[in-house]
């Protein structure tokens, strides 16, 4: 079954190499804002997505937003661009 993500926001993590976004899960619960903590080879997530809709998310994040270090404006200009995410598992 496929998901989908509407992220809301992304800020820079604890360093450079870590984006951390909150977004919301419609098929889990429309109301909660989940974060998505994002290293570019690793995304840990508190939403109760499956280990192959995880793994899809990171791989959609890798092919936007590439690989560390990471510049908090430029991860925001893409997110304006691109907030929703399709993940057919």
Do not use: C, W
């Amino acid at each position: 079954m496929g998901v989908v993500i509407n992220m809301k926001t992304v800020r820079k993590g604890q360093t450079e190499n870590h984006l951390i976004f909150e977004g919301y899960v419609p098929a889990l619960d429309n109301s909660r804002l989940y974060e998505f903590d994002f290293i570019g080879t690793d995304l840990t997530t508190d939403a109760s997505l499956t280990p192959e809709q995880t793994e899809g998310l990171k791989n959609e994040l890798k092919k936007e937003y590439g690989y560390a270090p990471y510049d908090e404006k430029d991860a925001k200009k893409k997110l304006e661009k691109r907030n929703q995410y399709r993940i057919a598992q």
